[in-house]
């Protein structure tokens, strides 16, 4: 059962480091070279549709982390997993404290009533967002190795 539930978690976490990394290395590219209207309008859906999906996202990689880590406690890699879980407990405290504010900001914008410095909050966002994926690119990491 234990290798069951490792093999989920890594693959959960590993599928949310993929989709993370894609918003962050293609999908911004791809709406930065819109149009400035079609850009912000393209930027404001995004937020909404992911906005709805990464908490449960997040929050279900973290649960699996943490029931990884207590049910293979004294299992090789435990620390490991130990180490991952924390460093998801940290991407979710940088969403909520720093990404989200501005996402929730963003999914509301049109070019209509968007703020004047618009481009400096999703520049801000995506500064976030590369720190961020940092985070959860090494949680995945730590998770990967503890299979060994």
């Known amino acids: 059962m ?12 590993g599928l949310m480091v993929g989709v993370e990394f894609s918003v962050a290395f293609v999908m911004n590219r791809i709406l930065d070279a819109l149009p400035e209207d079609s850009r912000q309008l393209g930027h404001a859906h995004g937020g909404r549709m992911l906005g709805a999906l990464m908490p449960f996202w997040y929050m279900g990689s973290l649960v699996l982390s943490a029931i990884w880590a207590v049910a293979g406690w004294h299992h090789p890699g435990a620390g490991l997993v130990v180490t991952a879980a924390g460093l998801l407990i940290l991407s979710v405290l940088m969403s909520v404290l720093l990404l989200v504010p501005i996402n929730n900001r963003n ?20 500064r976030y967002h590369y720190l961020r994926v940092a985070v959860i690119i ?9 299979l060994a």
């Open 107 to 126: 999914k509301t914008w049109t070019p209509e009533n968007r703020p004047a410095d618009w481009k400096k909050q999703l520049r801000r966002w995506e």
């Open 2 to 13: 234990l290798n069951a539930l490792e093999v989920v978690t890594t693959v959960v976490v």
């Open 138 to 146: 090494a949680a995945f990491t730590l998770l990967v190795a503890a």
